[in-house]
């Protein structure tokens, strides 16, 4: 860390109540790599910077609900 003035670490349990998540489903995004960068201190123990937190609730932000190809589906459907 490059600035002096060090940030105090998320722990997963940290991590999972500020974004709403079981631990397990935390488990899973760092598993399968969708979730946000992370530090392993130990064999079972991850820790989050909180700013990496936030950059990546903010790149799943999205401004409507709607998925794409949901509509042409439904329409060739019928």
Do not use: N
């Not at 079981?22 to 201190?41: H, N």
């Not at 936030?54 to 329409?75: N, P, Q, Y």
Request: include cysteine; aromatic fraction near 12%; glycine fraction near 8%.
């Amino acid at each position: 860390m490059a600035s002096t003035e060090l940030r105090r670490l998320a722990t997963d349990a940290e991590f999972c109540e500020f974004a709403g998540l079981t631990r397990g489903q935390s488990a899973q995004l760092r598993y399968t790599g969708r979730g946000p960068k992370f530090i392993k201190v130990t064999g079972r123990q991850v820790r989050y910077r909180w700013e990496d937190i936030e950059a990546w609730l903010e790149a799943r932000t999205k401004a409507t609900s709607h998925m794409d190809g949901c509509v042409m589906a439904f329409v060739s459907f019928l």
